[in-house]
């Protein structure tokens, strides 16, 4: 059995408003998740009554309510209600099983079973702060809502302000290569930027503005490749090095990125590394040509709203499996270096999930990989 302090399973499962609603994403406030099994029952109609009276509550800035059923007959009677509430449809189980509420006995296909009906609170990255079983007719609906809200704010959760465990360096790159990244992006094409997710068993190449806008050039010229490549050799792996102590010989993608005003350019909460083509990623690296924009910052959100704006040739570098996002550029356009790095182990991962990967698509976005 799960208990507090452990770190909350992660998984992607269909919500009334999304097919594919992946769970990690949601870090950054305090998540409940209560497993009711079924709108239907009396105790849980007073549950979702309890929660829509506290809103104040669940506003997706202190805290969201995720309700899990595994009733079929559900999907027609539950909608999300943003900002706040939302439900996953756990039609086989995968929350069920791995938040412990169907026995662990359980032999496949049974259905004459008794199941847990449980609540769990995550804090803001998604490490379990208190289980709680359904009790009374309320099924302890009062007192989990009042747990919550006499938790602190979300980036005072752990008891201090947290810093973002992130690099950031400055003078990586010189304006001079700054400009020249610029100018080949503006004058040797671009092309819009999609985002990697896992489709039946392959990983894909997929497109949405809701989630990210973006125009990205992958350069061909090889003395600027290796320009690039030398900066970072110099400038950035020895940080990592000393940091991390982790030895990065690999950099994927010789990506220059825009997110420009006209477009509303953004990308939401996302790790890059959640995929089998993505699964071998290290560290991303991100390095802004340019500063003179507004918006366009990198956040990370389980660690607190701060946010995040280097100056040109300046880089923040951090772990692949971090929640970052970037908000919305609202002025001027925001040019970026995108790498990531890794080393020779994740290198025979990545070689063995290339089966995983659908080439019509996602490996035009994944370059071969060259020595850093």
Same mark, same amino acid.
């Given at each position: 059995?799960?208990?507090?302090? !452990? &770190?909350?399973? /992660?998984? =992607?499962?269909?919500?009334?408003?999304?097919? *594919?609603?992946? +769970?990690?994403? #949601?870090?950054?406030?305090?998540?409940?998740?209560?497993?009711?099994?079924?709108?239907? !029952? &009396?105790?849980? /109609?007073? =549950?979702?009554?309890?929660?829509?009276?506290? *809103?104040?509550? +669940?506003?997706? #800035?202190?805290?969201?309510?995720?309700?899990?059923?595994?009733?079929?007959?559900?999907?027609?009677?539950?909608?999300?209600?943003?900002?706040?509430?939302?439900?996953?449809?756990?039609?086989?189980?995968?929350? #069920?099983?791995?938040?412990?509420?169907?026995?662990?006995?359980?032999?496949?296909?049974?259905?004459?079973?008794?199941?847990?009906?449980?609540?769990?609170?995550?804090?803001?990255?998604?490490?379990?702060?208190?289980?709680?079983?359904?009790?009374?007719?309320?099924?302890?609906?009062?007192?989990?809502?009042?747990?919550?809200?006499?938790?602190?704010?979300?980036?005072?959760?752990?008891?201090?302000?947290?810093?973002?465990?992130?690099?950031?360096?400055?003078?990586?790159?010189?304006?001079?290569?700054?400009?020249?990244?610029?100018?080949?992006?503006?004058?040797?094409?671009?092309?819009?930027?999609?985002?990697?997710?896992?489709?039946?068993?392959?990983?894909?190449?997929?497109?949405?503005?809701?989630?990210?806008?973006?125009?990205?050039?992958?350069?061909?010229?090889?003395?600027?490749?290796?320009?690039?490549?030398?900066?970072?050799?110099?400038?950035?792996?020895?940080?990592?090095?000393?940091?991390?102590?982790?030895?990065?010989?690999?950099?994927?993608?010789?990506?220059?990125?825009?997110?420009?005003?006209?477009?509303?350019?953004?990308?939401?909460?996302?790790?890059?590394?959640?995929?089998?083509?993505?699964?071998?990623?290290?560290?991303?690296?991100?390095?802004?040509?340019?500063?003179?924009?507004?918006?366009?910052?990198?956040?990370?959100?389980?660690?607190?709203?701060?946010?995040?704006?280097?100056?040109?040739?300046?880089?923040?570098?951090?772990?692949?499996?971090?929640?970052?996002?970037?908000?919305?550029?609202?002025?001027?356009?925001?040019?970026?270096?995108?790498?990531?790095?890794?080393?020779?182990?994740?290198?025979?991962?990545?070689?063995?999930?290339?089966?995983?990967?659908?080439?019509?698509?996602?490996?035009?976005?994944?370059?071969?990989?060259?020595?850093?």
């Amino acid at each position: 059995m799960l208990a507090p302090g !452990d &770190p909350a399973p /992660q998984f =992607v499962q269909r919500s009334t408003g999304n097919p *594919r609603y992946a +769970f990690h994403s #949601a870090a950054g406030r305090y998540l409940v998740l209560c497993l009711y099994i079924t709108a239907s !029952d &009396p105790i849980s /109609q007073k =549950v979702m009554t309890a929660v829509r009276a506290n *809103r104040d509550v +669940f506003n997706d #800035a202190q805290a969201s309510f995720f309700g899990v059923s595994l009733a079929t007959p559900d999907e027609k009677i539950l909608r999300d209600e943003i900002p706040g509430i939302r439900h996953f449809l756990d039609f086989d189980a995968r929350i #069920a099983s791995l938040y412990g509420s169907l026995p662990a006995d359980m032999k496949p296909g049974e259905r004459d079973v008794t199941m847990l009906r449980l609540w769990f609170v995550l804090d803001p990255t998604m490490r379990l702060l208190a289980i709680f079983p359904f009790e009374g007719d309320d099924g302890s609906a009062a007192r989990v809502i009042e747990y919550v809200r006499n938790l602190p704010p979300p980036p005072l959760f752990s008891g201090i302000a947290l810093q973002a465990p992130i690099l950031y360096l400055p003078n990586v790159f010189e304006p001079e290569l700054c400009r020249k990244l610029i100018e080949t992006y503006e004058t040797q094409g671009n092309e819009e930027s999609g985002f990697m997710r896992e489709e039946n068993g392959k990983t894909v190449l997929a497109y949405d503005y809701g989630h990210k806008r973006r125009r990205d050039h992958a350069l061909t010229d090889q003395t600027l490749m290796e320009t690039t490549r030398n900066r970072i050799t110099r400038r950035i792996l020895p940080e990592i090095q000393k940091v991390h102590q982790f030895n990065a010989t690999r950099m994927e993608r010789y990506l220059v990125a825009c997110y420009r005003e006209e477009d509303q350019a953004h990308f939401e909460p996302h790790r890059d590394n959640t995929t089998k083509g993505t699964a071998h990623r290290r560290f991303a690296v991100s390095i802004n040509l340019n500063d003179d924009f507004e918006g366009g910052e990198i956040r990370f959100p389980e660690y607190g709203p701060q946010s995040f704006k280097p100056p040109a040739g300046a880089a923040v570098v951090f772990s692949c499996s971090m929640l970052h996002a970037v908000s919305t550029v609202t002025r001027g356009n925001r040019y970026v270096f995108l790498p990531f790095l890794y080393d020779d182990a994740a290198a025979k991962i990545r070689e063995d999930n290339l089966k995983f990967i659908d080439m019509n698509s996602a490996l035009q976005q994944v370059p071969a990989p060259a020595n850093a």
